[in-house]
Each structure stands twice: as structure tokens, then as C-alpha cells.
């Protein structure tokens, strides 16, 4: 397995130049990445680029909490798919969902999955264990293709990626069938190969070039091994 084809690059800058997002999206490009997430105001330039690469374009809605309308989120959500966005990661309505108004979380979640595959950031951070698993279930049955822990603003940080490697496996259990993706503080190759191993199958980082690189200069993991992560 190539470990290009498990990150979701990610560039989140506000008042990024175009040159900058132009970049990026090369730099995906030549790297084969499983995907760049960008910002609504940037997927057009991308998808211009990665036209027919093989990398996904996805567009994060609603960050960090999930607080807008569900009209303006289904706004959002259809605006990034006339700008050509292959996927949505799109917040889950956290306070709502803190609230215990679960249909609201749910039906909410419905309408963007509807719009174009969906990932949804549940904010793991901000979850007990068993919310975490309520969350879980909620995505599945939205009809997401992912469960992802978080986006801006993780509450955890590099110092605790063994609680958030907890949280994947909390996620793989509650979701079974449905994708898992881990994001937030991974930036080293040894970061990505703990989320990997604790069952994402999707790692979301802005540092996919460097561990892309450490990972061909360090004799990192076979394909048989990753093949036993499966």
C-alpha cells in the first residue's frame, strides 16, 4: 500500500493567495495523494488542477462546531458541488448533538449526505466516550461514507494521539461498514502508522509531503505489513 493513498492532504489557510491553494493542489498532484481538503472559496482552483489526477477534491463545510443553519450547510454543501468537489467533510451540529436533540443531528446530517459523499467530523475531542459511540451511529445511519474525529480547533493535541487513537477505535466499532478517518496534530510517520493501526482508514494532515518522504527514506512498513492492518 502506498501511504500517499491514505491522507487526505489538507490545506485550511485563511487569506491564502491563489498562488498558495495553486500550489497545494500541484503538489497532490504529484504526490497521489487520496485527497485535498480545501476551504468552499478554494475548490474550484483545485479541481481546475486535479482534474482527472485520481485526487479527490473535498471541501470542509461549516468549522469548527458545526453552528450554521441547516439551510445555509445545504447551501454550502450544493455550492461545492457546482464548484466540482468530489466529497464533503462537513461538521456535525456538536452543540445540538450535546443537547441529546439527536433527530435534529441526524436529519440534518441526511440532507448534506444526499448533496455528495460525506465525511463526517464529529469532534471527537469534545466527546465522552459514549458520545463518541452515539455520534458513530449517527454518521452510519445518515448514510456518511466516513466517521472522522476532528477538524480546526482540535481540543486534543500532539501530546495526546493515544486518546485519539482510542477514539478510532471507538469509532470502528460503533460504525462498522463505513469509513474512519483521523485528522488533527498527525504529522510525522509514526503518528500516521498509530491511527492506522487503531483502525483509520483515512488519515487527514497538512503534512502528507513530509511524511510521505520520512516514510521512502526510512524503510517504514511493507505492503505485506500494512496489508495486516486491514
Excluded at 456538536?94 to 465525511?119: H, M, Q, R
Aim: charged share 35%; proline share 2%.
Amino acid at each position: 500500500m502506498e501511504i500517499a493513498k491514505l491522507i487526505d492532504q489538507t490545506f485550511l489557510k485563511k487569506g491564502a493567495t491563489k498562488d498558495e491553494v495553486r500550489n497545494v493542489a500541484e503538489e497532490s498532484k504529484k504526490y497521489g495523494f487520496r485527497g485535498l481538503c480545501v476551504f468552499p472559496e478554494h475548490t474550484k482552483i483545485v479541481k481546475d488542477i486535479l482534474k482527472d489526477s485520481g485526487v479527490k477534491v473535498t471541501t470542509l463545510i461549516d468549522e469548527p462546531t458545526g453552528s450554521s443553519s441547516h439551510e445555509e450547510r445545504m447551501s454550502l454543501a450544493e455550492n461545492a458541488k457546482k464548484s466540482g468537489s468530489d466529497e464533503i467533510d462537513v461538521v456535525m451540529k456538536i452543540d445540538i448533538f450535546k443537547n441529546g436533540n439527536y433527530e435534529e443531528v441526524l436529519d440534518d446530517l441526511k440532507g448534506i449526505c444526499a448533496v455528495l459523499p460525506t465525511k463526517v467530523i464529529i469532534g471527537s475531542g469534545y466527546l465522552t466516550d459514549e458520545e463518541i459511540r452515539k455520534a458513530s451511529e449517527l454518521v452510519k445511519e445518515s448514510g456518511a461514507i466516513c466517521v472522522k474525529t476532528a477538524t480546526l480547533n482540535d481540543p486534543l493535541d500532539h501530546s495526546e494521539l493515544e486518546e485519539k487513537a482510542k477514539h478510532i477505535r471507538l469509532m470502528r466499532e460503533s460504525a462498522p461498514g463505513i469509513l474512519v478517518k483521523a485528522a488533527g496534530s498527525i504529522r510525522t510517520l509514526s503518528d500516521l502508522e498509530m491511527m492506522v493501526e487503531a483502525g483509520a482508514d483515512i488519515i487527514g494532515t497538512s503534512s502528507g509531503v513530509e511524511i510521505v518522504n520520512e516514510a521512502a527514506g526510512s524503510g517504514s512498513k511493507t505492503d505485506e505489513d500494512w496489508r495486516k492492518l486491514e
